[in-house]
């Protein structure tokens, strides 16, 4: 029988060596002193003093700037014809509705009549009152009758005023058989038709003069001291469309209950603007210059607001911020690092605390 046992310690001492390098060779081996200390690049940008937007916005209903209301001042005659409904365009003077004149005509032939009657009445009047003249005291004829031919023909002259002064009351009510618009403007609503008897007292149409809109924003009172007239806005539709708005008033009342006052900002004549609608306004008021820094610089985790700052040692530190307001890609800095700190710009997140950094150059607006 062969013997195996000399070769045994020989086998058991490779196993020992092959299973050292194997292990070495699984072991991560230590970074060198070059490869721990090598900068990484990232862009940079400056806390600064800045001044910033309010981004004071308010929003409220769009009104005329100023409303007319169309009615008549006749009463008991029947509408014959709307000319204009709503939506139009319409001139200062422009015929908007007419009234069935059929009476009227009637009445104006019966005063016209009676003017030419008393007319007659007048002059016949007169000239019996011209016959006496001189004749006073005279004995020629009573001073009774001349007394009477006088007063005859100041009678007549009254007659014939009266007659006229109807006639002319009613050509002043047939010029008002056609209702026209007293200012310029479009017209909103219309609550007339044809066949409806006119009264004084009911609204026909319902105008907004020139055809000026206007927001009627309500902001904070707190707010309202920072907005003044003359100050632009941009203000926002409801369908998406942006315009330029111009403050024209700002409310020298608060709402004792809402706390809130109203704003009046002036829009342009665009036929997508309706009163009745919604609007927003968005107002470029600009306070007092604070720390402001880039937006791009500030990191969100669940710990809330952070930054990466420059040391003087060319590491960077990660430190907690509390933020303002933000306008034109930058956010105010309530509580952070003060004016001047070097802190991360790009790369922020491919970086740790402590990590040693090279500055690629400053930040770009």
Same mark, same amino acid.
């Given at each position: 029988?062969?013997?195996?046992?000399?070769?045994?310690?020989?086998?058991?001492?490779?196993?020992?060596?092959?299973?050292?390098?194997?292990?070495?060779?699984?072991?991560?081996?230590?970074?060198?002193?070059?490869?721990?200390?090598?900068?990484?690049?990232?862009?940079?940008?400056?806390?600064?003093?800045?001044?910033?937007?309010?981004?004071?916005?308010?929003?409220?209903?769009?009104?005329?700037?100023?409303?007319?209301?169309?009615?008549?001042q006749l009463d008991g005659y029947r509408?014959?014809?709307?000319?204009?409904?709503?939506?139009?365009?319409?001139?200062?003077?422009?015929?908007?509705?007419?009234?069935?004149?059929?009476?009227?005509?009637?009445?104006?032939?019966?005063?016209?009549?009676?003017?030419?009657?008393?007319?007659?009445?007048?002059?016949?009047?007169?000239?019996?009152?011209?016959?006496?003249?001189?004749?006073?005291?005279?004995?020629?004829?009573?001073?009774?009758?001349?007394?009477?031919?006088?007063?005859?023909?100041? %009678?007549?002259?009254?007659?014939?005023?009266?007659?006229?002064?109807?006639?002319?009351?009613?050509?002043?009510?047939?010029?008002?058989?056609?209702?026209?618009?007293?200012?310029?403007?479009?017209?909103?609503?219309?609550?007339?038709?044809?066949?409806?008897?006119?009264?004084?007292?009911?609204?026909?149409?319902?105008?907004?003069?020139?055809?000026?809109?206007?927001?009627?924003?309500?902001?904070?009172?707190?707010?309202?001291?920072?907005?003044?007239?003359?100050?632009?806005?941009?203000?926002?539709?409801?369908?998406?469309?942006?315009? %330029?708005?111009?403050?024209?008033?700002?409310?020298?009342?608060?709402?004792?209950?809402?706390?809130?006052?109203?704003?009046?900002?002036?829009?342009?004549?665009?036929?997508?603007?309706?009163?009745?609608?919604?609007?927003?306004?968005?107002?470029? %008021?600009?306070?007092?210059?604070?720390?402001?820094?880039?937006?791009?610089?500030?990191?969100?985790?669940?710990?809330?607001?952070?930054?990466?700052?420059?040391?003087?040692?060319?590491?960077?530190?990660?430190?907690?911020?509390?933020?303002?307001?933000?306008?034109?890609?930058?956010?105010?800095?309530?509580?952070?690092?003060?004016?001047?700190?070097?802190?991360?710009?790009?790369?922020?997140?491919?970086?740790?605390?402590?990590?040693?950094?090279?500055v690629a150059g400053a930040a770009a607006?």
């Amino acid at each position: 029988m062969r013997s195996f046992g000399p070769r045994a310690p020989v086998l058991t001492t490779l196993s020992a060596v092959w299973l050292a390098g194997a292990v070495a060779g699984c072991s991560p081996s230590k970074p060198t002193a070059a490869s721990a200390d090598q900068p990484l690049t990232a862009t940079f940008a400056q806390v600064e003093m800045r001044t910033m937007d309010s981004g004071l916005s308010a929003s409220g209903l769009l009104v005329p700037r100023e409303e007319a209301a169309v009615t008549t001042q006749l009463d008991g005659y029947r509408i014959a014809e709307v000319l204009v409904d709503q939506g139009a365009e319409v001139k200062a003077g422009q015929p908007l509705a007419r009234l069935d004149d059929t009476l009227l005509k009637a009445q104006l032939e019966q005063a016209e009549a009676a003017v030419a009657t008393q007319q007659a009445n007048n002059e016949r009047a007169v000239a019996e009152a011209r016959r006496v003249d001189g004749l006073d005291n005279q004995g020629v004829i009573s001073q009774e009758q001349i007394d009477e031919r006088r007063l005859a023909a100041r %009678t007549a002259r009254a007659q014939l005023a009266s007659a006229k002064a109807q006639l002319s009351d009613l050509k002043v009510r047939e010029e008002l058989m056609t209702v026209r618009a007293p200012v310029a403007g479009r017209i909103l609503d219309r609550s007339v038709r044809p066949g409806d008897v006119a009264s004084h007292s009911a609204v026909m149409f319902r105008m907004a003069r020139d055809g000026v809109v206007e927001l009627n924003a309500e902001a904070p009172e707190a707010s309202l001291s920072q907005i003044h007239p003359g100050e632009r806005a941009e203000v926002t539709l409801a369908g998406g469309a942006a315009v %330029t708005g111009v403050v024209r008033l700002v409310s020298p009342q608060i709402d004792a209950q809402t706390r809130l006052g109203h704003v009046r900002l002036t829009l342009p004549v665009r036929p997508d603007i309706r009163p009745g609608g919604f609007a927003r306004a968005q107002f470029n %008021t600009r306070g007092a210059p604070t720390l402001a820094l880039p937006e791009k610089a500030v990191n969100f985790d669940a710990d809330g607001a952070s930054i990466m700052v420059l040391g003087a040692d060319q590491r960077v530190h990660r430190q907690k911020i509390r933020t303002g307001a933000r306008s034109e890609g930058y956010v105010q800095l309530l509580a952070g690092p003060p004016a001047g700190s070097q802190v991360v710009l790009g790369g922020a997140a491919f970086l740790l605390d402590g990590d040693k950094v090279r500055v690629a150059g400053a930040a770009a607006k």
